[in-house]
């Protein structure tokens, strides 16, 4: 587990309200993907989500107000989690907009 990066590189953009936060295991800043089964945000290059210890420590996330704008962020940039038939694949889903009202 050394090899963990639990620290963006100096100069990493992260981005709390884009859903863009910092992989300590791909060691890369990423655009997460919103998993809707579960509910939760998860890194597109290795599926980790951000209810992981180093995940949460990474990027501040043991802040509640703020994983919970992050999770918006991922929620609002409708990138979204498919399982795939071997592994989980992320892409981006087209979805109608939401009409007000339903
Ligand atoms: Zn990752």
Redesign the pocket.
Known sequence: MDDIRVRPDDGVETDPRGGRAW?P??ADS?EYVWDEVLRIAR?P??G?STRDFHVKSANGFWNEALKQRFDDGVKRSRRTWIRGEQKMVSQTVLRLPIVPGE
């Open positions: 992989c295991y791909c990423l890194c290059g290795c980790v």
